[in-house]
């Protein structure tokens, strides 16, 4: 579900940078969207379309934003623990204190 969730929140990512490139900008910009529509829209419904669709997906995108944050941080292996807390074995129990081994003598090298 986690990647189904993603590659949606990917494509919603996709579109909303498309959607804010198409946008008449007042700076100059890429302005891809102003000029002649053909007639179908005015420039004015052309903007009010656009900044409605922008504001529809950025709610999606924060939505799924949420929704992939909740599921990839719940569990109890995620859960903050405290660095003075002694670490647990995969049972639950804290873990038995391990002996460092004894240092090892060194060899001599071989002449060759």
Same mark, same amino acid.
């Given at each position: 579900?986690?990647?189904?969730?993603?590659?949606?929140?990917?494509?919603?990512?996709?579109?909303?940078?498309?959607?804010?490139?198409?946008?008449? %900008?007042? /700076? +100059? /910009?890429? +302005?891809? @969207?102003? +000029?002649? =529509? @053909? @007639?179908?829209? =005015?420039?004015?419904?052309?903007?009010?379309?656009?900044? &409605?669709?922008?504001?529809?997906?950025?709610?999606?995108?924060?939505?799924? %934003?949420?929704?992939?944050?909740?599921?990839?941080?719940? /569990? *109890?292996?995620? &859960?903050? &623990?405290?660095?003075?807390?002694? #670490?647990? %074995? *995969?049972? +639950?129990?804290?873990?038995?204190?391990?002996?460092?081994?004894? #240092? %090892?003598?060194?060899?001599? #090298?071989?002449? #060759?």
């Amino acid at each position: 579900m986690t990647t189904i969730l993603l590659v949606i929140h990917l494509i919603i990512a996709l579109a909303m940078i498309v959607v804010v490139l198409i946008q008449r %900008s007042e /700076g +100059g /910009g890429l +302005g891809i @969207g102003g +000029g002649a =529509t @053909g @007639g179908l829209m =005015t420039t004015r419904g052309t903007t009010n379309l656009l900044t &409605r669709v922008t504001a529809v997906l950025a709610g999606c995108f924060m939505l799924t %934003s949420l929704v992939l944050a909740i599921l990839g941080g719940g /569990g *109890a292996e995620n &859960r903050p &623990r405290s660095i003075v807390d002694p #670490p647990t %074995s *995969a049972t +639950g129990q804290p873990a038995a204190p391990s002996i460092p081994a004894a #240092p %090892s003598a060194p060899t001599a #090298p071989t002449p #060759p």
